[in-house]
T-cell receptor
Framework: AQRVTQPEKLLSVFKGAPVELKCNYS??????LFWYVQYSRQRLQLLLRHISRESIKGFTADLNKGETSFHLKKPFAQEEDSAMYYC????????????FGDGTTLTVKP | DAEITQSPRHKITETGRQVTLACHQT?????MFWYRQDLGHGLRLIHYSYGVQDTNKGEVSDGYSVSRSNTEDLPLTLESAASSQTSVYFC??????????????FGPGTRLTVL
């Protein structure tokens, strides 16, 4: 069965510090991994997906199949990055559905 | 612009009442999903649909039902509301036309309180 684990429920960093939100997964096959973000009083929205290999708002995430991880990183956190972040997994064996982690609330302090 | 909407945005109801939450999307997406969001549990899938007349149970489907009579709408019904169903409910949709691994687009959420 597929599973997504985000080990940190809460993460707090100071503005300008590097930030890494961890995501580990288990999946038998080739997964597609996503990061979704929910800013205060806004809806969840896609931040990035591994297949796009993009950097969005300074965030990057690399799929590491050996370690089954998809950690989200940003070298210099900004206050506006404060939000809830969800890692999600999808793939052919779960046919269009996504499995979400429990989420990490990131707070960037001034 | 295409979008996905939910109504109502806030609802207070009493235990035992039937409640229906609406979800409407204008993306013309095949796939639609209902989740609930609770502290400590993240997003949990309630029901989903891959197209008209198709519905499937998710991981927390007990006490909920959906129907898909057209592409745009997937209403969620709580047959007899319970306090344990107090939560924030999100509807989402994805294309599903060319791939089974699609980005999901979320509605703004409905905050339901069952007293």
């Amino acid at each position: 069965a597929q599973r997504v684990t985000q080990p940190e429920k809460l993460l707090s960093v100071f503005k300008g510090a590097p930030v890494e939100l961890k995501c580990n997964y288990s999946y038998s096959g080739s997964p597609e991994l996503f990061w979704y973000v929910q800013y205060s009083r806004q809806r969840l929205q896609l931040l990035l997906r591994h297949i796009s290999r993009e950097s969005i708002k300074g965030f990057t995430a690399d799929l590491n199949k050996g370690e089954t991880s998809f950690h989200l990183k940003k070298p210099f956190a900004q206050e506006e990055d404060s939000a809830m972040y969800y890692c999600a997994l999808s793939g052919w064996t779960n046919a269009g559905k996504s499995t979400f982690g429990d989420g990490t609330t990131l707070t960037v302090k001034p | 612009d295409a979008e996905i909407t939910q109504s109502p945005r806030h609802k207070i109801t009493e235990t035992g009442r039937q409640v229906t939450l609406a979800c409407h999307q204008t993306w013309n997406h095949n796939n639609m999903f209902w989740y609930r969001q609770d502290l400590g549990h993240g997003l949990r899938l309630i029901h989903y649909s891959y197209g008209v007349q198709d519905t499937n149970k998710g991981e927390v489907s007990d006490g909920y039902s959906v129907s898909r009579s057209n592409t745009e709408d997937l209403p969620l019904t709580l047959e007899s509301a319970a306090s344990s169903q107090t939560s924030v409910y999100f509807c989402a949709s994805s294309d599903g036309a060319s791939s089974s691994t699609d980005t999901q687009y979320f509605g703004p959420g409905t905050r339901l309180t069952v007293l």
